[in-house]
């Protein structure tokens, strides 16, 4: 039998799954948008199928026409990759009813996810520990309502149940604000998901940002990859990440690790999976599952030689994988940087014509990217050019590969935040791995 799967993403993870596919065997058709025609991975795909204009929602988003492409090139399964519509459960239920296996967990899964309050509840019920907070219905008396905020002790943090990856949340740092913040959340969410539910939680206040690679088979049988600190972000997008997590409370990381895989065999959790959690004095607390490929596998590959995305393929195709957790060993440290079309001092993204590039390369060093010299970086979509990837004995060793790849590397014609990498790799707190999610807003960036 052979299979075809659709690719419905685009840049450097839509190349990414097109690798996995030729080593098992599997045909591609890849689809795109009329900003897209010149992308790499359209020359390396069997087929390719343009959706529609460069705006995200008549293109990658556009569900009838990513459908009318599979149905086109009658392909078997669709590959979501990360963003667009890879955690919309209605996508995912309108692929199987229409006979395309979607890549990735059931779309009942994907809803239960991300509804916040289900998810946490599974999570809690399968051992893993949460944030302290409240989940039940918010009484409509304001004193019944400011008593359960003080029972769980100022600050605490307003979410919405619908929100997640940092949208529908507010911290509430005293009892004057907690009626009107409560309002104001209920009403953007309403207006923003279609849902008002809110919770509760104590806000962590200067947590690591940690999270647990998982893999299921769908059939009740689970194992994690070990951890990835994501601390190094910035307005909830990530920088630099790397794996393992180190200088973690080895009892807890246990207990943590082993309640994640309960999670996923209790749900019969199909594919690749992470579970975020906060890291603060030595405890974990489960903010949120993401049900799908995550921007950061490669580190976790890296220092597992666990193919992430073939196992996707091939849980989805039901190709035979070996799921032991004996077989899963660990080797040295990783890191990555993400390379973005951005003005390393202010941010803003820099869309253009890359001149000019060179990319790094040697023992221990990975570059993930869809980007060459002459590429146009269009302006319609996230600004991802490429990820760097060391592998080392060490994590020191880890950050002297990546300077040294970073020395390599040069794109000219358009701005990226290669320098800034360069300016983390040297700082003293990241080389101390002293830094929480706060570090690089509130103290690296204002040196
Ligand atoms: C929190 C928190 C502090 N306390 N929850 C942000 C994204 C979403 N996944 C959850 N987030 C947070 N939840 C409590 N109870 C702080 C954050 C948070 C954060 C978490 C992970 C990585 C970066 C972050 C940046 C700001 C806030």
């Known amino acids: 039998m052979s299979y075809k799967v659709l690719i419905a993403n685009r840049g450097?993870?839509?190349?990414?799954?097109?690798?996995?596919c030729k080593e098992l065997g599997i045909k591609t058709v890849s689809v795109y948008s009329e900003a897209d025609k010149d992308l790499k991975h359209l020359r390396f795909s069997d087929e390719t199928v343009c959706i529609g204009p460069a705006s995200p929602t008549q293109s990658y988003l556009n569900i009838p026409a990513i459908l009318s492409a599979a149905e086109l090139t009658s392909a078997n399964a669709i590959y979501p990759g990360y963003g667009f519509l890879a955690e919309d459960h209605n996508f995912a239920e309108m692929c199987e009813k229409s006979g395309f296996k979607f890549i990735g967990p059931t779309s009942e899964t994907i809803q239960k996810m991300g509804d916040k309050i289900t998810a946490k509840t599974l999570?809690?019920?399968?051992?893993?520990?949460?944030?302290?907070?409240?989940?039940?219905?918010?009484?409509?008396?304001?004193?019944?309502?400011?008593?359960?905020?003080?029972?769980?002790?100022y600050p605490i943090m307003?979410?919405?149940?619908?929100?997640?990856?940092?949208?529908?949340?507010?911290?509430?740092?005293?009892?004057?604000?907690?009626?009107?913040?409560?309002?104001?959340?209920?009403?953007?969410?309403?207006n923003g998901f279609?849902?008002?539910?809110?919770?509760?939680?104590?806000?962590?206040?200067?947590?690591?940002?940690?999270?647990v690679q998982i893999v299921g088979d769908g059939k009740g049988k689970a194992i994690h990859l070990g951890t990835r600190d994501c601390s190094m972000q910035r307005r909830h997008q990530k920088i630099i990440e790397e794996a393992p997590a180190l200088n973690i409370n080895q009892e807890a990381l246990n207990k943590t690790l082993i309640a994640c895989v309960n999670l996923c065999e209790e749900i019969n959790y199909?594919?690749?999976?992470?579970?975020?959690?906060?890291?603060?004095?030595?405890?974990?607390?489960?903010?949120?599952?993401?049900?799908?490929?995550?921007?950061?596998?490669?580190?976790?590959?890296?220092?597992?030689?666990?193919?992430?995305?073939?196992?996707?393929?091939?849980?989805?195709?039901?190709?035979?994988?070996?799921?032991?957790?004996?077989?899963?060993?660990?080797?040295?440290?990783?890191?990555?940087?993400?390379?973005?079309?951005?003005?390393?001092?202010?941010?803003?993204?820099s869309p253009g014509t890359?001149?000019?590039?060179?990319?790094?390369?040697?023992?221990?060093?990975?570059?993930?990217?869809?980007?060459?010299?002459?590429?146009?970086?269009?302006?319609?979509?996230?600004?991802?050019?490429?990820?760097i990837i060391t592998q080392a004995n060490s994590r020191s060793s880890a950050i002297k590969r990546m300077l040294s790849a970073l020395d390599e590397f040069f794109i000219e014609?358009?701005?990226?935040?290669?320098?800034?990498?360069?300016?983390?790799?040297?700082?003293?707190?990241?080389?101390?791995?002293?830094?929480?999610?706060?570090y690089l807003e509130n103290e690296f960036l204002k040196k």
């Open 270 to 349: 199909e594919g690749v999976g992470t579970i975020e959690f906060l890291y603060e004095d030595n405890q974990f607390y489960f903010i949120e599952m993401n049900t799908r490929i995550q921007v950061e596998h490669p580190v976790t590959e890296m220092i597992t030689g666990f193919d992430l995305v073939k196992a996707q393929l091939r849980i989805a195709l039901e190709m035979p994988i070996k799921l032991n957790q004996d077989d899963i060993n660990f080797h040295g440290h990783s890191l990555e940087c993400r390379i973005n079309a951005e003005d390393p001092d202010n941010f803003q993204p």
């Open 354 to 387: 890359i001149t000019k590039m060179h990319t790094p390369g040697g023992f221990g060093i990975r570059y993930d990217s869809h980007i060459y010299g002459g590429y146009r970086v269009p302006p319609n979509y996230d600004s991802l050019l490429a990820k």
């Open 413 to 438: 014609g358009i701005k990226t935040n290669h320098p800034l990498h360069q300016r983390i790799l040297h700082d003293d707190t990241f080389k101390e791995n002293k830094h929480t999610i706060n």
């Open 12 to 20: 450097e993870i839509a190349l990414r799954a097109i690798r996995a």
């Open 123 to 153: 999570a809690e019920k399968s051992g893993i520990q949460i944030v302290p907070g409240y989940k039940d219905e918010i009484p409509s008396d304001n004193d019944e309502f400011k008593k359960i905020a003080r029972d769980i002790g």
């Open 158 to 190: 307003i979410k919405a149940t619908a929100g997640g990856g940092g949208r529908g949340m507010r911290v509430v740092e005293r009892e004057e604000d907690l009626i009107g913040h409560a309002e104001i959340t209920m009403q953007e969410a309403k």
């Open 194 to 211: 279609g849902n008002e539910t809110i919770y509760l939680e104590k806000f962590i206040g200067n947590p690591r940002h940690i999270e």
